[in-house]
């Protein structure tokens, strides 16, 4: 008899436990914003240094990340502004010859799909000349002459090491830091990046990032003497079954 009353005690208890664990994600939890301000300020800086105009421009900032991972993204998310303002966007005088706004943009655009973070850096500068990068290739030994690249296999060369197509060593590229840092540092945080890139309309960097693990609703299971987490947002069934039932499927 005293049954209902103990399921009602239970059901309060893991409420509020999930009121506290809510709680204490809250307090890890941190929006993008926090570090865009600190990209305004290199954006200032290279524009004058290089003597371009250049506008910053965000989306969906006020998505909220793990603040250990907020810390780890702030390096890569700057050398690709960097690469952006040195390689993406023309200067003034080139890009009003190419019927252009004297000042170039750059967008951060980040959304929250599923269990992944998904940001993106855009740029409306003069695009990756595919041309440019095969050649360089050809003349580093990666591929013959007469090889044809996908878009996709031209975006690779981008992260790898020791490889660039700029002409000259300035103190904004050519720093010893290349794009495959980029690269390593989104894989150190189960990321992955892509490139997409229009010739004279822009580039633009996907990075996708799976949530922490720790602000995530999971299933835990064993199989023998291995247990296993899987996110809730990934699982289509579960069900409960007898192993009679499991050999008779």
Not at 174 to 186: A, P, S
Request: proline share 3%.
């Amino acid at each position: 008899k005293n049954l209902p009353r103990l399921e009602q005690q239970l059901e309060k208890l893991d409420s509020l436990a999930k009121q506290f664990r809510n709680n204490a994600l809250e307090l890890r939890l941190v929006p993008l914003a926090e570090i865009i301000l600190r990209f305004q300020r290199l954006i200032r800086d290279l524009s004058r240094q290089l003597q371009k105009k250049i506008k910053l421009v965000t989306h969906g900032v006020e998505t909220e990340l793990d603040k250990s991972t907020i810390d780890q993204l702030y390096e890569p998310l700057m050398h690709i502004i960097r690469n952006c303002i040195d390689h993406g966007i023309e200067s003034p005088q080139i890009r009003k010859q190419k019927g252009k706004s004297e000042e170039g943009v750059i967008t951060i655009t980040a959304s929250h799909t599923g269990n992944q973070i998904v940001i993106k850096v855009e740029d409306d500068g003069c695009g990756i000349d595919h041309e440019k990068v095969r050649r360089k290739a050809v003349e580093k030994g990666i591929w013959p002459e007469s090889y044809k690249p996908t878009e996709k296999e031209i975006y690779d060369l981008i992260f790898m090491p020791g490889f660039s197509t700029a002409q000259s060593l300035t103190a904004v590229s050519g720093r010893g830091v290349g794009m495959d840092v980029v690269l390593k540092k989104i894989q150190d945080l189960r990321g992955n990046i892509e490139v997409s890139s229009q010739r004279e309309k822009g580039t633009c960097f996907t990075i996708s990032l799976q949530q922490s693990m720790s602000i995530l609703d999971t299933l835990l299971f064993s199989v023998e003497n291995q247990y296993f987490i899987v996110p809730i947002t990934d699982i289509a069934v579960c069900e409960q079954m007898l192993y009679t039932q499991i050999e008779a499927r």
